[in-house]
């Protein structure tokens, strides 16, 4: 079946510029999550959906970055103003029931951000 | 959530079995094991999750000691697409979120 699908794969910015990274996650899956993974780096948390609402925005590293989940579906990050150290994978996620349930999480590929 | 330590890397041949092992001494009741892989490029792919009882699914085994201070990740049969990072994570139950850490790099030796 299919699974998370993240558009575009990549993506590449000027400085300042802003930026929509865009997940539709697996059909069913109330929770949805987003990561990113600098060059090398782990995987950092940045927020988490149940449904459309967020209850865990704690990794967001600036007021520049927003998402928003419409329809209990599809998943918006939006970075304002981009910076250089923006620049990363960008790695959204969705489980079934959401993480105290115990579902794994299944995550899409990526979007690859590169701020010139 | 408990810390893990993992290997930064190793080796396995082709064919033979895989053991990555984890060390999470400071984990408590009611945080359950998971491991995760990452093959270059794509995003982190959920393997098999435990507490306190061995498991085994079609991609892997999950040994956990009687003290549940580590365990230990099969591989059955090594294959060179399992060439990947692996991520060892502890999570609380009913913490929303996974927190990776660093992982072990393995790779399949032909």
């Known amino acids: 079946g299919a699974g998370v699908s993240q558009s575009p794969s990549n993506k590449v910015t000027e400085k300042g510029k802003d930026v929509e990274l865009r997940c539709d996650p697996i059909s069913g899956h109330t929770a949805l999550y987003w990561y990113r993974q600098s060059l090398g780096q782990g995987l950092e948390f940045l927020i988490y959906f149940q449904g459309n609402s967020a209850p865990d925005k704690s990794g967001l590293p600036s007021d520049r970055f927003s998402a928003e989940r419409t329809g209990g579906s599809v998943s918006t990050l939006t970075i304002q103003r981009t910076q250089q150290e923006d620049s990363a994978v960008y790695l959204c996620a969705s489980s079934l029931e959401g993480g105290i349930y115990n579902s794994p999480l299944h995550f899409g590929n990526g979007t690859r951000l590169t701020v010139t | 959530d408990a810390k893990t330590t993992q290997p930064t890397s190793m080796d396995c041949a082709e064919g033979r079995a895989a053991n990555l092992p984890c060390n999470h001494s400071t984990i408590s009741g009611n945080e359950y094991v998971y491991w995760y892989r990452q093959i270059h490029s794509q995003g982190p792919q959920y393997i098999i999750h435990g507490l306190k009882n061995n498991e085994t699914n079609e991609m892997a085994s999950l040994i956990i000691t009687e003290d549940r201070k580590s365990s230990t990740l099969i591989l059955p049969h090594a294959t060179l697409r399992d060439t990947a990072v692996y991520y060892c994570?502890?999570?609380?139950?009913?913490?929303?979120?996974?927190?990776f850490g660093t992982g072990t790099r393995l790779t399949i030796i032909p």
């Open positions: 994570i502890v999570k609380r139950f009913g913490n929303e979120k996974l927190t």
